[in-house]
């Protein structure tokens, strides 16, 4: 491979990076055809983009970007395959969910809201990391609560009032 191609790898690497906010780096090794295109299509059905790349091109993608990386670069070995996604847990179901079958993809490490994330051992706590709008939707649901128990308690006491006074107008006839 020319310089120039090279070159123009890393630049792509480099913008997708910085296009997407989470990326998972993944080993698919000793994956058959009928496999790979399986998980290429489990990915595609859950908006992740997969890209197998070199570790060498990728290093530099990630040097060029200008955040710090150093964490990653030991597991930047054999085959990787790199998973981006716009929500961080979204990587992380895919792969539970395909190796429910298969015995790979292996996660190496991953770069999630801005946390790095190593060994396979990290796959459960990846997939229970809440997306944003899951966050928004458990603070509205805490919001609510309060104000459900004070129309509660008053929709009940307004119905004992009713029933002593009630109660009361009956007594005094």
């Known amino acids: 491979m020319r310089r120039e191609e090279k070159n123009a790898i ?3 690497l480099a913008e997708r990076l910085k296009e997407y906010s989470h990326f998972y780096l993944t080993d698919t090794a000793q994956l058959n055809a ?7 299509r489990k990915c595609f059905e859950s908006e992740v983009k997969l890209v197998v790349v070199k570790n060498t091109l990728l290093k530099r993608a990630l040097e060029q970007i200008g955040v710090n990386f150093e964490e990653l670069y030991p597991v930047l070995k ?6 981006f996604s716009q929500t961080g847990n979204t990587p992380a179901k895919v792969i539970k969910e395909f190796r ?3 015995d790979k993809p ?5 770069y ?13 706590a990846l997939v229970s990391i809440k997306t944003k709008q899951e966050l928004i939707g458990d603070i509205i649901l805490l919001l609510q609560s309060p104000a459900k128990n004070v129309i509660s308690a008053l929709q009940s006491g307004g119905n004992k009032i009713h029933g002593v006074l ?5 007594k005094q006839e």
């Open 10 to 12: 890393i630049d792509s």
């Open 34 to 40: 009928a496999d790979t295109s399986d998980l290429r």
């Open 78 to 83: 054999g085959t990787t395959s790199i998973m």
């Open 100 to 102: 429910k079958k298969h």
């Open 106 to 110: 292996v996660l190496k490490g991953a």
């Open 112 to 124: 999630v809201q801005e946390s790095i994330y190593l060994g396979d051992n990290m796959l459960d």
């Open 166 to 170: 009630e109660t009361l107008s009956k």
